[in-house]
């Protein structure tokens, strides 16, 4: 069957699943395969659950003609989520799809632009943390004809990978949060970061009118985005199309933007002066799809972030500030550096391990310890990962269930709290989440 062949069943049956636990009726599903399971074997369950369609890639799964033998799943899906996407080039207006990628604050920046641009236009989205090789044609998949504009997140560990994820997405406008320190062990090296997020604006420079929402303040951002047809600039710069400060940070973060805006106060629910690039940028690509200024802003105050990032969590007397849903040195060293800098008393670090850094995971563990130890805290408690293989004066929990045990014991009052680590290190469950 070819790909033309099936996505007119697709259009028959517009949804697609992978897990028969999500199944609905109608759906196609896709069995993909991973190291640990093989969706094969449920392709027979998915079809006795209402499944329009099961497509397979074993012949011995076969289940008559609502089975479709391919080559490889996972590839058809690809080239599926690439022909759907090439539907939006032939509507009497090309739909904007807007790509984003970065090391730190892409999910943040995702959701305030989708926040800004639904506010006037019928805006598809990434759903959660669906950036991966299957969760971004999922996310294409779900994107229906009447789409005016959709913003997909990008997330990357090695080289490649981004290059991989613009062939089907198509991307005509991309936006790179920042080049740090993250997934070390794929990348080798924040040179080999900047090599494989930038194939996000490789990919714009190939196209006539490909356009770059560009952070000014980050010269190699500069430099990366050379070549690249519409390059639209935000920053602190007096030289960017958007320019904004941070005017306070505690406790939520208030952006006063003086180019870009008529009334330039913005008052985000965000925690922390390093969203705002985020916010900036959702200014930005609001102001280029000419969203009203008013929306713009309403949008942007009213997003409050959730799942563990910049999260304020009041309890009882204490604010913690609960950025638990994944780290890196640069992200760590922001979130230490902007709590550091908080006028208030009492401040208390919880950091968990810091994960895919490879060969410089003990030396970027070390420096996140050095880093600490230029402040005064009150208490320190680092858990779990390399922060075990080094020596140090502070708190040591071997993972957050200890650090939990912990946390009840001392019974706080009128502390702030800063909880941080990476995914795998599931700090949250120190507050009981």
Same mark, same amino acid.
């Given at each position: 069957?070819?790909? !033309?062949?099936?996505?007119?069943?697709?259009?028959?049956?517009?949804?697609?699943?992978?897990?028969?636990?999500?199944?609905? @009726?109608? &759906?196609?599903?896709?069995?993909?395969?991973?190291?640990?399971?093989?969706?094969?074997?449920?392709?027979?369950?998915?079809?006795?659950?209402? @499944?329009?369609?099961?497509? #397979?890639?074993?012949?011995?799964?076969?289940?008559?003609?609502?089975?479709?033998? /391919?080559?490889?799943?996972?590839?058809?899906?690809?080239?599926?989520?690439? %022909?759907?996407?090439?539907?939006?080039?032939?509507?009497?207006?090309?739909?904007?799809?807007?790509?984003? =990628?970065?090391?730190?604050?892409?999910?943040?920046?995702?959701?305030?632009? %989708?926040?800004?641009?639904?506010?006037?236009?019928?805006?598809?989205?990434? !759903?959660?943390?669906?950036?991966?090789?299957? *969760?971004?044609? $999922? =996310? #294409?998949?779900?994107?229906?004809?009447?789409?005016?504009?959709?913003?997909?997140?990008? *997330?990357?560990?090695?080289?490649?990978?981004? @290059?991989?994820?613009?062939?089907?997405? +198509?991307?005509?406008?991309?936006?790179?949060?920042?080049?740090?320190?993250?997934?070390?062990?794929?990348?080798?090296?924040?040179?080999?970061?900047?090599?494989?997020?930038?194939?996000?604006?490789? %990919?714009?420079? =190939?196209?006539?009118?490909?356009?770059?929402?560009?952070?000014? &303040?980050?010269?190699?951002?500069?430099?990366?985005?050379?070549?690249?047809?519409?390059?639209?600039?935000?920053?602190?710069?007096?030289?960017?199309? /958007?320019?904004?400060?941070?005017?306070?940070?505690?406790?939520?973060?208030?952006?006063?933007?003086?180019? *870009?805006?008529?009334?330039?106060?913005?008052?985000?629910?965000? /925690?922390?002066?390093?969203?705002?690039?985020? /916010?900036?940028?959702?200014?930005?690509?609001?102001?280029?799809?000419?969203?009203?200024?008013?929306?713009?802003?309403?949008?942007?105050?009213?997003?409050?972030?959730?799942?563990?990032?910049?999260?304020?969590? #009041?309890?009882?007397?204490?604010?913690?500030?609960?950025?638990?849903?994944? @780290?890196?040195?640069?992200?760590?060293?922001?979130?230490?550096?902007?709590?550091?800098?908080?006028?208030?008393?009492?401040? #208390?670090?919880?950091?968990?391990?810091?994960? !895919?850094?490879?060969?410089?995971? $003990?030396?970027?563990?070390?420096?996140?310890? &050095?880093?600490?130890?230029?402040?005064?805290?009150?208490?320190?408690?680092?858990?779990? *990962? &390399?922060?075990?293989?080094?020596?140090?004066?502070?708190?040591?929990?071997?993972?957050?269930?200890?650090?939990?045990?912990?946390?009840?014991?001392?019974?706080?009052?009128?502390?702030?709290?800063?909880?941080?680590?990476?995914?795998?290190?599931?700090?949250?469950?120190? +507050?009981?989440?």
């Amino acid at each position: 069957m070819t790909i !033309e062949q099936l996505y007119e069943l697709y259009k028959q049956f517009p949804s697609v699943q992978t897990d028969t636990r999500k199944l609905k @009726a109608g &759906d196609i599903f896709f069995a993909l395969k991973g190291e640990n399971f093989n969706g094969n074997r449920f392709a027979k369950q998915a079809i006795e659950a209402g @499944a329009s369609y099961a497509v #397979i890639d074993e012949k011995e799964f076969s289940e008559g003609e609502k089975t479709i033998l /391919v080559d490889g799943v996972l590839e058809t899906l690809q080239q599926l989520a690439r %022909h759907h996407r090439e539907q939006f080039n032939t509507l009497p207006r090309q739909v904007p799809f807007i790509a984003i =990628t970065g090391s730190n604050g892409k999910t943040t920046t995702k959701e305030l632009i %989708h926040a800004v641009l639904s506010s006037t236009y019928k805006t598809y989205t990434t !759903e959660g943390n669906l950036n991966n090789h299957i *969760g971004i044609p $999922l =996310t #294409i998949l779900k994107i229906k004809p009447d789409a005016e504009i959709a913003v997909i997140e990008m *997330g990357a560990n090695h080289i490649g990978e981004i @290059a991989s994820y613009c062939k089907y997405t +198509l991307p005509t406008h991309g936006l790179i949060t920042n080049c740090g320190k993250a997934h070390l062990e794929g990348f080798g090296s924040v040179e080999g970061v900047k090599k494989g997020k930038g194939e996000l604006f490789d %990919h714009l420079r =190939t196209l006539t009118h490909g356009t770059a929402f560009v952070m000014w &303040d980050y010269d190699y951002l500069q430099e990366m985005s050379k070549g690249i047809s519409g390059i639209i600039k935000y920053g602190t710069r007096d030289d960017a199309h /958007v320019i904004g400060n941070v005017k306070k940070s505690e406790p939520y973060l208030e952006v006063a933007i003086t180019q *870009g805006l008529d009334d330039g106060l913005i008052q985000t629910q965000l /925690v922390g002066d390093y969203n705002l690039p985020n /916010v900036l940028a959702a200014v930005t690509v609001g102001k280029t799809f000419k969203v009203g200024e008013e929306k713009i802003k309403s949008a942007i105050e009213n997003y409050v972030p959730s799942n563990s990032r910049s999260q304020m969590v #009041i309890k009882g007397t204490n604010k913690i500030i609960l950025d638990a849903y994944n @780290a890196n040195p640069s992200s760590m060293k922001l979130a230490i550096e902007n709590f550091a800098g908080l006028p208030v008393n009492n401040k #208390i670090l919880m950091l968990g391990g810091m994960a !895919e850094l490879g060969k410089e995971s $003990l030396n970027e563990h070390k420096a996140i310890i &050095d880093l600490i130890g230029r402040s005064k805290w009150q208490w320190v408690a680092l858990v779990g *990962g &390399d922060f075990l293989k080094l020596q140090h004066s502070f708190l040591s929990f071997e993972n957050s269930q200890q650090a939990k045990e912990w946390w009840q014991q001392q019974h706080f009052e009128n502390t702030h709290v800063l909880i941080k680590g990476s995914r795998s290190m599931q700090m949250e469950k120190i +507050l009981g989440n």
